[in-house]
Structures are given as structure tokens and as C-alpha cells.
């Protein structure tokens, strides 16, 4: 039997507001439980992590921790016991401390990929920083979470802006934007908030340094000077065995 190999690409959402509020310290949560939309195997066997930059720079890179959970619970064969499928409980907020009080999901847990700072290559392609791990085998059993931990200073904060008049929301597809020249942060597919995470929509297309189209009309109301944010600043890649 030749054993197939799937690829799945996870674009897990950090709040803007988060974002945009302070750099993301040591043991912080970067994002909480997120679901892994059709990922297709029994095992996941190694993981690439794309971390976008600070205002379009690339980021001195720090460690990342991965945890990863299922939301099938096995129970003991004991004739009484009944199958258990749950999604795994809050691990908090994210740009906070695991919470105190925010347990209940340690038998969902089924995995840890630490990822270093010296995994990630240099500054050579000026925008994000890149890293692949693999050779390791985290079953996989019902619905598959992932949720990150930081490992030292990270910070997504932008000053790209809003660049016209406020405009309501359903008005328009074109951004114009200013500060920051659009390609060195936005790339189509990326879902844009403001700073108070009022949603702007995904980028269709880059048009020049100062605009983007997005792929329909914006969907809260913006305000000119309104910094904005693609809600996935880290991407993962998930490769599995079928």
C-alpha cells in the first residue's frame, strides 16, 4: 500500500484589536483553539509556519510553541463509557497568559511541535520569516484544533491606514491607503479588520502602493485614519500521511 500525502493550509485569526494593542510577549497566547477546516489523514507529520513581518519588516524571530488537540475523546471500554466528542475548552486570550482557571481540555491534547527561532530562515525575504518542521507523528482522531503559544517578543503592529473619507459599510471595493505601501503588507486571499475589529473584507487584488480591491463591498463601516490588519498574520501548513 503507497501511503498518500496531504497538505493543509491553516490561517488561525488574531484578533486586530490584539494586534494592534501591544507586542505579543513570552507564554502568550498568539491565537486559541482553531479549527482545522478538511484536513485529511490519521497522523500529522510536519508543520510550516509563515510569520508575516512588524509594519512590513520582518520580525526578529523568537520561538513558537504548537499544541495541537482532537475533539475525540476515547473512554475506557468498560460497557458504561460512551464515546466522547468535544472540542477542546479556551486556553484564554490570546496576547495573554494561558488562564488561570481555563482547564477542561487537557484529554482533547495530542501533540506539541516547538518550533525555535533558529528553525525560521533570516530576513532575506524582508516581509515574513519561514520555518519547516517535521518526522513526527501526532494522531489524528475527529476534528483537529491548533492553538500557539509565543516564545518571546512578537509583534504584527502596522501603521497602513485608511486614506479618504469614512465610508459605510456595503459602499465600496476600493481602499485607497497610505503610510505603508500596500504589497509590503496585504497579498490577495488576506482578510483585512480595522484596529477595532470592525471588518473591511479580503483583499482581491493589490492595485499600487496606495490601494487595494477587495472581493466584495466593505462589510462594517470604516473611518478615514483607520490602521488596519490581515486577521492571519501566522500561517501553518500541515502536512499528513492518508
Avoid at 66 to 73: G, K, R
Wanted: hydrophobic share 45%.
Amino acid at each position: 500500500m503507497i501511503n498518500k500525502k496531504t497538505f493543509t493550509r491553516v490561517s488561525p485569526v488574531i484578533p486586530a484589536s490584539i494586534q494592534n494593542a501591544a507586542v505579543i510577549a513570552d507564554t502568550e497566547l498568539l491565537f486559541d483553539w482553531h479549527k482545522v477546516e478538511n484536513f485529511n489523514g490519521s497522523m500529522i507529520d510536519g508543520v510550516t509556519a509563515i510569520v508575516r513581518g512588524t509594519d512590513g519588516a520582518a520580525q526578529t524571530m523568537v520561538g513558537i510553541d504548537l499544541f495541537f488537540a482532537t475533539s475525540h475523546i476515547p473512554t475506557p471500554s468498560d460497557g458504561v463509557n460512551v464515546s466522547v466528542d468535544t472540542a477542546p475548552a479556551s486556553l484564554g486570550t490570546e496576547g495573554a497568559a494561558v488562564g488561570a482557571s481555563n482547564g477542561g481540555w487537557f484529554n482533547n491534547l495530542v501533540g506539541h511541535v516547538a518550533i525555535a527561532n533558529t528553525d525560521f530562515n533570516d530576513g532575506d525575504l524582508n516581509f515574513l520569516n519561514i520555518a519547516t518542521k517535521s518526522g513526527f507523528n501526532i494522531p489524528v482522531s475527529g476534528d483537529l484544533y491548533v492553538a500557539a503559544i509565543s516564545k518571546g517578543d512578537l509583534d504584527f503592529r502596522n501603521t497602513i491606514s485608511v486614506n479618504e473619507t469614512g465610508f459605510a459599510a456595503g459602499t465600496q471595493t476600493e481602499i485607497t491607503i497610505a503610510t505603508v505601501h500596500a504589497d509590503k503588507i496585504f497579498a490577495p486571499g488576506d482578510l483585512i479588520h480595522a484596529a477595532d475589529d470592525a471588518v473591511l473584507g479580503t483583499v482581491k487584488t493589490v492595485d499600487s502602493d496606495t490601494q487595494i480591491t477587495l472581493t466584495t463591498a466593505n462589510v462594517d463601516a470604516i473611518a478615514n485614519t483607520d490602521v488596519l490588519y490581515c486577521v492571519s498574520p501566522i500561517q501553518l501548513i500541515l502536512s499528513g500521511t492518508v
